[in-house]
């Protein structure tokens, strides 16, 4: 039979695994956002949109739209990083890093896509911990030294038949990535969808850290950094007047 006070050992003893198991937990879990998809882009223009299809001619300019989305749930326009990292205490974790700060355009001709550049502000990068965030700035990518990323189209893309038919239409973007002041040639695998006066696109492209001169920022709390990992993108694009 149990007595008041080992009724009272017991219920700590309880409160002590509860705490201890769910203390495991909150270090241990992973709360790296998703990456950017073809249906949340969608969800987006069809809010902007109303669920308009595009219509009339896509010749022209294409222009960043700042206005479409927010950044506060990523439904906006957003670009940056995406690492795995081992951090002290903690262990295994997804490093993700974003900023709204993204200007470009494209420019569609017929059925190319003959020019595209988009530059983005690395000195905003925000991730989930304000020390990760401050070491950025003087190493790892060292935004105070090298403040932007920018993407410029090398080769034409060609819109399919269908493209403007509010369908999900994959790239392979070849073109030139700089990046902590290194020009590499990547190729970015990207989707696209067209709306009425609107085009979303989500993509990513691996980035290998040796190849832009980074070197991986390690110390007390961060254990280890990955040799790669995503420069990844969601951008919504207007069609100027």
Known sequence: MFTPRKVVILAVIAAVIVVGVGGWWFFLRDDAPDKASADSVRETLDEETEGESASGTVDGTWTIDSSVGSFDDFSGNWAGYRIDEELGNIGANTAVGRTPDVTGSITIAGDKVSEGSFEVNMTTLKSDKD????????????????????????????????????????????????????????TLDLTAQFASGKIGINGSAPVTLADYDIEKPVGFSVVSVADGGTFEFQLYLSQSS
């Open 131 to 186: 020390l990760r965030d401050g070491q950025m700035k003087g190493r790892g990518l060292q935004t105070d030294t090298f403040p932007t990323a920018t993407f410029r189209l090398t080769d034409p893309l060609t819109l399919p038949d269908n493209a403007t038919s509010g369908g999900e239409v994959p790239f392979s973007a070849k073109g030139e990535l700089t990046l902590h002041g290194v020009t590499k040639s990547v």
